[in-house]
């Protein structure tokens, strides 16, 4: 199948999922082995179940962090890194938590659903690097529980954040979906706007998907596979 040449787009957003960190070893989150398989998001993964029991919320983050701390970039990260560096018309935006893409080498990554790598204190609205592994402190300096700055279940994702994705899928002639379900609203509305403003849409997935008929073409297979064909085969 001959595949489109990226290098004859203007505009190309990438947005990957979970599927992207999959060949890493970080899990996905949903279907068998995913976290919310293993894990009730209802009691770890909203504010309410913060509010509850944050030290259990905690430990279940902290877990998440250690052990994608001991994961790498797959070759699919470092792929995009390099697309990213060699084609400035790229835009990479991610559902993803991890900071894998940046550990990859990518430079400018919008994260819709936060970080693990950031906290926040609720109680001066301020948000804070945790890069290292072991937290020196659950609490902010003004007492309140910090909470991982991530979008649970429930909260909305950042407006500022998910205005400049909108604004990047609006206005890119490719939109490539890697490695997600495309269940998760408002992050699986970007697809739909790239298409309802023209773009070319590809999906990277290893099955089909909710939202593989909005595609123009899928592609099935593991995300550093299909990357390096399609990158292989452009300008
Ligand atoms: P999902 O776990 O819902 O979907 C992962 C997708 O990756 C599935 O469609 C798999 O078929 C595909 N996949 C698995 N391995 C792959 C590989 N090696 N190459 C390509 N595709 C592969 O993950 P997301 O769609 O990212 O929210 O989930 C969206 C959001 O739901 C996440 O950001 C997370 C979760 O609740 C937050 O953390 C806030």
């Known amino acids: 199948m001959k595949l489109p040449d990226l290098c004859s787009f203007e505009n190309i957003v990438i947005f990957t999922g979970a599927g992207m960190s999959a060949e890493s070893g970080v899990p996905t989150y949903r279907g068998a082995g995913g976290i919310w398989s293993e894990y009730r998001y209802q009691e770890y993964a909203c504010q309410q179940a913060f509010d509850l029991d944050p030290e ?18 797959n070759a699919g990260h470092v792929l995009v890194a390099e697309m990213q560096a060699s084609l400035e018309q790229i835009s990479l935006i991610t559902q993803n938590i991890d900071g894998l893409h940046q550990r990859a080498g990518s430079d400018s990554v919008t994260e819709l659903h936060g970080s693990l790598w950031r906290v926040r204190c609720e109680q001066e609205k301020k948000v804070s690097d945790a890069l290292d592994v072991n937290m020196p402190s659950l609490k902010c300096e003004c007492g309140a529980w910090l909470r991982p700055d991530i979008t649970w279940f429930g909260d909305s994702v950042d407006i500022f954040t998910m205005e400049l994705a909108t604004t990047l899928a609006a206005q890119c002639d490719m939109f490539i979906s890697i490695g997600t379900s495309g269940v998760v609203f408002p992050a699986a509305n970007l697809p739909i706007v790239a298409k309802n403003h023209g773009a070319f849409l590809i999906e990277i997935n290893t099955e089909a998907t909710e939202a593989s008929h909005l595609h123009d073409l899928e592609l099935r ?14 300008c």
């Open 221 to 234: 297979g593991k995300a550093s596979d299909v990357l390096a064909k399609i990158w292989n085969s452009a």
């Open 56 to 73: 259990k919320v905690w430990k279940f983050h902290e877990l998440r962090r250690r052990m994608v701390h001991q994961c790498q970039p």
